[in-house]
Structure formats: structure tokens, C-alpha cells
């Protein structure tokens, strides 16, 4: 089993920056696909982007396009999400996700972001 471990979410102020973290129990070059999810109240979980480990090419939902950026550090294993102008409306527990083909999705813990108006 793969384990993932999110870190860096906190407390903001509307208008700042966070950067999230993704740890991963082995290689990224080896998960496929990374991704970030969030699940904001009332709403289901949903794609917030993800990135190619091979490629390095990204997606991006729409409200994600201009404010946060997906990245990958192979020699540390991690994955971020560099979120910045963040709202009130970006609240919500953040999870991290592994794509490996042929083996079940894999999730990480989530880890609550909460900006202040």
C-alpha cells in the first residue's frame, strides 16, 4: 500500500498564499498520475489539479487555473500545491492522490485549508 501524507494547510487570510504538501511512501516516478483534490462544505470532493509524473504535463479545474500551481520534488517524494489569492471559498479539507495503474487509488489522510474573509 502506498501512503501519502499531506501537510502545510492551516489558517489564512483572504488574499494569501499556502503551500501544501504530499509525501509519498515511494517513488513519484512510480504513482503514474499525482493529483489534488478538495472537499469544500456542502459540495462533493472534487479535482483541483493533477499532474503527470512521467510528462510533467498538468491540469487544471477552472477555478484553479490562475491561482494554483502543481509541482513534484522526485528526489524528496513530494508533491505540492502552491495555492495563492485564496478566498473564503477555497475552504475545505485538501487530499493528495496517487494514480498507479493497475492498482487501486490511493489517498492521502486531507488536511483542512481555512481562509479568513
Known amino acids: 500500500q502506498v501512503q501519502l501524507v499531506e501537510s502545510g494547510g492551516g489558517l489564512v487570510q483572504a488574499g494569501g498564499s499556502l503551500r501544501l504538501s504530499c509525501v509519498a511512501s515511494t ?3 512510480s504513482l503514474n498520475v499525482m493529483g489534488w483534490y478538495r472537499q469544500v462544505p456542502g459540495a462533493q470532493r472534487e479535482l483541483v489539479a493533477n499532474i503527470h509524473t512521467t510528462y510533467g504535463s498538468t491540469h487544471y479545474e477552472d477555478f484553479a487555473k490562475d491561482r494554483f500551481t502543481i509541482s513534484i520534488d522526485n528526489g524528496k517524494n513530494v508533491v505540492y500545491l502552491q495555492m495563492s489569492s ?3 471559498e477555497d475552504t475545505g479539507v485538501y487530499y493528495c492522490k496517487a494514480v ?3 492498482s487501486p487509488v490511493y489517498w492521502g489522510q ?3 485549508v481555512t481562509v479568513s474573509s
Open 27 to 29: 517513488s513519484i516516478s
Open 86 to 88: 485564496l478566498q473564503p
Open 110 to 112: 486531507g488536511i483542512q
Open 100 to 102: 498507479k495503474l493497475g
